[in-house]
Every structure is written in structure tokens, then in C-alpha cells.
């Protein structure tokens, strides 16, 4: 299975922009990348995902290389909702939904 | 109701217990998976159902026992559990698509064995 490799944590500063490392050195052809975040208490919740484009859409933009071994999650103004765990998670042709979650980033806001 | 709804949300049962979670998906979803999180964990994938089939069992002791009816509805039967199986135990579903199937997950249901 590739693998992702995230940061463990992350500080931000409400209603500033938010990047969101992940490296995927592994990544083949037909991998996409999903991005799923976990607030306190709740279970995750989808973001965005993407395979070769830049993505985006009403919670973030998804930012690929070019040679697609990393990906950055932007947050364009961070909110305090926005205080979560947050996964990168490689899925690939014919797993259909079967993600294999990591440690992921958790992100704090600070006001 | 929407989404994907897990009932209990809290649930405390001795090791002699017999209880079972379930999971009720409004989606029209077609798969359906349980997975399980422990303190400081990720979460790990326990069980697939895809079109009410089981298609992947991770290694699961048997004292987990899943089932599914039919493909809006999800158990997940417990007995005999032990203290270390005290956990989140969240459900998803999703439209099976090959490499960009989302999934949508309930809120969980948080176990206490004691």
C-alpha cells in the first residue's frame, strides 16, 4: 500500500491561510488523494480529493506536484471549527472505498 | 434523517455481555464498512460490505460479529469483549466507485468494556 507521511501537528491563526503538507513519494499511477478531517467528537468527514489537478471546492483546494509524490491541503481562512485532525489518504484502482487512515496533521487555531 | 446514523451513541457492557451497534445509511449508498478507534490510534478498518456482501474481514476476532441485511442497515454484534476493545467504533458508507469513492461516516459509537 503507498503510504502518506503528514506532520503530527500544526498551528494556524484564525482568518489566516492554512497549508497542509503530505508526501506520498510511492504514489502510483492510478492513486488518488483524498483528504478526510476528524473534529473532536465526530467521525471524519470528507474534504477533497483529487489525482492530478488542482482541486476545489467549498472547503478547501487540494494543491498536487507535478510529479504528484506530495500534495498540500489550503485552507484559505482558518476558523475555529477548522481545529481537527486532519488525514491524507491515498486509494487506489479497484479499492473503491477502503481507506487505511494514518496518525494525520492535527491542526489548533488559535484566535 | 440523513447521512449515516449510529445508535447507541454510548454504550457501557461487561465482558459477559451481548450487545450489538447498529448503523442505518439515507444515502442510497450500495458499501458499508465498520471501523474501529482506539485512544491515540488511527482508525482501522474492520469490516467491508459491499452490495450487502462481505468482502473484507481485517483480521477481526470473531467475538465481533457483523451483519447485514440489507444495504441501508449495518450491525455489528458484540460478545464476550474484553476491556481493550473499549473504542469508537465508527460506520461509513459509500458509493463503490473505483479510486474515488467517498466515504461518509456516522458520528460512532463509543464503547466502554469493563
Known amino acids: 500500500d503507498a503510504k502518506t507521511t503528514q506532520p503530527n501537528s500544526m498551528e494556524s491563526n484564525e482568518e489566516e491561510p492554512v497549508h497542509l503538507p503530505c508526501n506520498h513519494s510511492?504514489?502510483?499511477?492510478?492513486?488518488?488523494i483524498h483528504w478526510y478531517r476528524q473534529l473532536p467528537s465526530q467521525g471524519p468527514e470528507y474534504v477533497i480529493h483529487?489525482?492530478?489537478s488542482n482541486v476545489n471546492n467549498r472547503m478547501a483546494s487540494l494543491a498536487i506536484a507535478e510529479d504528484r509524490k506530495s500534495s498540500t491541503l489550503i485552507l484559505h481562512r482558518a476558523t475555529l471549527r477548522d481545529a481537527a485532525v486532519y488525514y491524507c489518504?491515498?486509494?487506489?484502482?479497484?479499492?473503491?472505498?477502503?481507506?487505511?487512515f494514518g496518525q494525520g496533521t492535527e491542526l489548533s487555531v488559535k484566535p | 434523517e440523513t447521512g449515516v446514523t449510529q445508535t447507541p451513541r454510548h454504550l457501557v457492557m461487561g465482558m459477559t455481555n451481548k450487545k450489538s451497534l447498529k448503523c442505518e445509511q439515507h444515502?442510497?449508498?450500495?458499501?458499508m464498512y465498520w471501523y474501529k478507534q482506539s485512544a491515540k490510534k488511527p482508525l482501522e478498518l474492520m469490516f467491508v460490505?459491499?452490495?450487502?456482501?462481505?468482502?473484507e474481514n481485517n483480521s477481526v476476532p470473531s467475538r465481533f460479529s457483523p451483519e447485514c441485511p440489507n444495504s441501508s442497515h449495518l450491525f455489528l454484534h458484540l460478545h464476550t469483549l474484553q476491556p481493550e476493545d473499549s473504542a469508537l467504533y465508527l460506520c461509513?458508507?459509500?458509493?463503490?466507485?473505483?479510486?474515488?469513492?467517498?466515504?461518509?461516516f456516522g458520528a460512532g459509537s463509543r464503547l466502554t468494556v469493563l
Open positions: 461509513a458508507s459509500s458509493q463503490e466507485d473505483a479510486g474515488e469513492s467517498v466515504l461518509t
Open positions: 510511492t504514489i502510483s499511477g492510478t492513486d488518488y
Open positions: 483529487g489525482l492530478t
Open positions: 489518504i491515498l486509494t487506489w484502482y479497484n479499492q473503491g472505498g477502503k481507506l487505511i
Open positions: 444515502l442510497g449508498h450500495n458499501a
Open positions: 460490505y459491499s452490495l450487502e456482501e462481505r468482502v
